[in-house]
């Protein structure tokens, strides 16, 4: 047993987190002799990390921009892991979990507990090694529906918990800008980077550009009205909130923007107060083939209604 172990001196960790400042102290406060740490941003990165050199642990939050600590646990089964969640406590679900090699620890990050993680597995790796990974993989079997169901209601405590903060936010707006900006903000901050437009209806109820988000900078106005007024239309075709693919009605758009319109999809929310009085639209874009995912659509239709609520209420106050 002791020549068998000496084979594997050091413990290898992936730390995976996409906020650089907690990865960076996870790799300091965690590296140790016999234990070394790596770190990956997101799960695509991690995954290649992975498939380069596999670890003995997986650490990783629920969320991480734009993609699931989760789905890591789908790839990677049978390798033992630490998942954090910062909307709920775990434990029942660990609970169901029982064999499965997952741990869930919520926020703040007991980091005492975390090492004990650690050194429970680096204590415990040899007699994997000697045999007993067979069975650690045959009730790791169990760990993708756990992880599913775990992601399902994640997703929507996450969700509830972040339109609940917004109502809270939207009661400081003076003004449409705040109001904008607001669930601009919002947005980005759980969905990631995106562009905006925002349009609100004038006098005749015809949309009018009124405001223009975008990281690191928004679109110039000319390339905004000449993007918005189709896709609109196209909008207002099919009431609802939808994904709009301009380089599919290509003919509707001014030639003047036609190079820009491949890889763009724009996510169309319409902004209507009951019963069916409209007062604006936001158009959230995407470049680069990027498309919107199932949660961001649903995120999207949570903010709708708050937001035209609040939108008419500072109207009518002014």
Do not use: W
């Not at 650690?136 to 929507?156: N, P, T």
């Not at 209806?201 to 405001?211: I, P």
């Not at 199932?294 to 209420?313: D, F, G, H, I, K």
């Amino acid at each position: 047993m002791d020549n068998h172990s000496c084979k594997r001196k050091n413990t290898r960790i992936l730390v995976v987190d996409d906020e650089e400042l907690i990865r960076k102290m996870l790799v300091d406060t965690l590296s140790s002799d016999g234990v070394v740490i790596d770190s990956a941003c997101n799960v695509e990165e991690a995954i290649s990390m992975v498939s380069r050199s596999r670890p003995d642990m997986l650490i990783t939050d629920v969320c991480l921009g734009r993609s699931n600590g989760l789905d890591l646990l789908d790839h990677f089964r049978d390798i033992p892991a630490v998942v954090i969640s910062g909307y709920m406590d775990g434990g029942e679900i660990a609970n169901i979990s029982r064999d499965a090699p997952v741990e869930f620890m919520s926020k703040p990050l007991d980091i005492n507990r975390l090492k004990n993680a650690i050194h429970d597995e680096a204590r415990y790796r040899p007699v994997q090694d000697s045999g007993v990974t067979a069975k650690i993989s045959l009730l790791a079997d169990g760990c993708g529906e756990i992880a599913r169901k775990f992601r399902e209601v994640s997703d929507q405590l996450g969700t509830s918990r972040t339109v609940i903060q917004y109502q809270q936010a939207l009661l400081e707006a003076a003004c449409d800008d705040e109001v904008f900006s607001c669930f601009f903000q919002t947005y980005t901050r759980h969905c990631g980077s995106v562009f905006g437009i925002v349009l609100v209806c004038d006098s005749r109820m015809n949309l009018k550009v009124g405001g223009r988000f975008g990281v690191p900078m928004p679109d110039g106005l000319n390339f905004c009205r000449r993007l918005s007024g189709p896709v609109c239309n196209i909008a207002l075709g099919n009431p609802g909130i939808q994904i709009v693919h301009p380089s599919e009605n290509a003919n509707m758009f001014s030639t003047q923007i036609a190079k820009y319109l491949p890889g763009i999809s724009v996510l169309a929310i319409p902004l209507v107060l009951p019963p069916a009085k409209l007062i604006g639209m936001i158009l959230l874009y995407k470049k680069g083939e990027q498309p919107f995912e199932r949660s961001e659509m649903e995120l999207a239709r949570n903010l709708a209604q708050p937001t035209a609520v609040t939108v008419q209420r500072i109207n009518s106050e002014n």
